[in-house]
């Protein structure tokens, strides 16, 4: 195991310039999560590491050796891809016992390391099937199970789970948190998916464009986030963006006034008829009681537009009754509502986030 260090790293292809200023330092034996959009960068940074491409600038360590000279094969690296591309003439045991066979590995440790793998992975089995007499997620774990075999310093996964129908997805991914807490080994892991970043990581790197937008763990990313485009990434249903104006000490948004407390007023210092962006999380926005909504000046008047009973709560779509800008709100399962309805919503003020809109 090993920690990694990222000083400064950047890489272009050609004109286009995919990752640059990344830095960080993961400690050994933890499991970090690049998320992101296609395109800002994950796998660039997770191939450099790995050594499959080399960075244009900077510098990365793995323990407390400089490797940006070192051959991906001699960097004591594992990584498994979405497609996990096994031997197929090969059985699961020998898929597994192929790298160790390369280094020349005594046979006997290997047949130990095999069967060690296969239990931990649930494999005993399935040793002496081929891949294709194997469902797509025993396939995915053998091919974590060769990775692991190696007993690697550092393990990488570059979006294992995608080829996965969504209740595999889930129960591997669980796996996957169990194996990182039974063998420790620092882990990197990329993907696109909010869920998986959110359930898996220690810590979460946020990539757009190229570029780290937040590093921290997940909750704490969730609850603070930096930025519009961290915001909007973490959460699902995701956060709600309005474009509002600041006037009459309150938030107007699309014409209907939000009063904002003294203390939120001191800490914004926003300008009279500054135009920003309004953030709040579909759990933060609640549903006035008839009541409530005939006395209360502090409201959003909306339309239902679509009701999503999910059981243990109802994702509600609204509309702004002056605007048509559309509102996600999460609420208890038991609501009775129908396209068409009115409702009062009440925001945690506590709760909203400012924006630049640009
Ligand atoms: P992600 O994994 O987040 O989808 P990538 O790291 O694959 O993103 O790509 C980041 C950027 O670098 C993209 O704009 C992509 O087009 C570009 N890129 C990646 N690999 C190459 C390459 N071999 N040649 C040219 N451009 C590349």
């Known amino acids: 195991m090993a920690k990694v260090r990222l000083e400064d790293i950047k890489r272009r292809f050609n004109n286009v310039t995919a990752i640059e200023d990344i830095s960080f330092e993961i ?32 510098k990365l360590f793995i323990g407390d050796s400089l490797v940006n000279n070192v051959p991906a094969r001699q960097r004591d690296v594992a990584m498994v891809f979405q497609n996990y591309a096994l031997y197929p003439h090969m059985t699961v045991a020998q898929n597994i016992a192929f790298g160790l066979q390369m ?25 002496n099937r081929k891949p294709k007499q194997l469902s797509g997620g025993q396939q995915q774990r053998v091919a974590l199970g060769r990775a692991i075999a190696r007993e690697p310093q550092v393990f990488l996964l570059d979006e294992p ?10 129960d591997t991914r669980a796996e996957l948190k169990q194996l990182h807490q039974e063998l420790g080994i620092t882990t990197i892991y990329v993907t696109h998916d909010q869920v998986e970043a959110m359930t898996l990581a220690d810590k979460i790197v946020v990539l757009n464009r190229g570029r780290i937008q937040q590093i921290g763990d ?62 709040i999380r579909p759990e933060h926005i609640f549903i006035n009681e ?47 509502l129908h396209p068409g309805d009115r409702l009062s919503l009440q925001l945690d003020l506590n709760e909203l986030f400012v924006f630049d809109p640009k």
């Open 218 to 279: 997940p909750q704490n990313i969730y609850a603070r986030p930096a930025n519009q485009m961290v915001a909007a990434f973490l959460g699902n249903p995701p956060m709600n963006i309005l474009p509002a104006i600041y006037k009459d000490d309150g938030f107007d948004v699309s014409g209907q006034l939000l009063a904002i407390p003294s203390y939120m007023q001191d800490n914004l210092r926003l300008p009279q008829g500054q135009n920003f962006n309004l953030g």
């Open 161 to 170: 789970l995608s080829n996965l129908d969504a209740q595999l997805r889930d």
């Open 103 to 127: 280094r020349k590995v005594d046979s006997k440790i290997i047949q130990e390391r095999v069967v060690n793998v296969a239990r931990s992975l649930s494999l005993e089995q399935l040793l």
């Open 290 to 336: 008839p009541q409530q909504a005939a006395e209360n000046q502090n409201q959003l008047v909306v339309e239902v537009k679509v009701v999503e009973p999910l059981g243990r709560e109802t994702l509600i779509r609204a509309a702004l009754v002056k605007s048509a800008a559309l509102l996600n709100i999460q609420t208890s399962g038991n609501v009775r």
């Open 27 to 58: 400690p050994d034996g933890e499991f970090w999560v690049l998320v992101g959009p296609s395109g800002c960068g994950k796998s660039t940074i997770l191939r450099t590491i790995a050594g499959l491409e080399s960075a244009t600038s900077g």
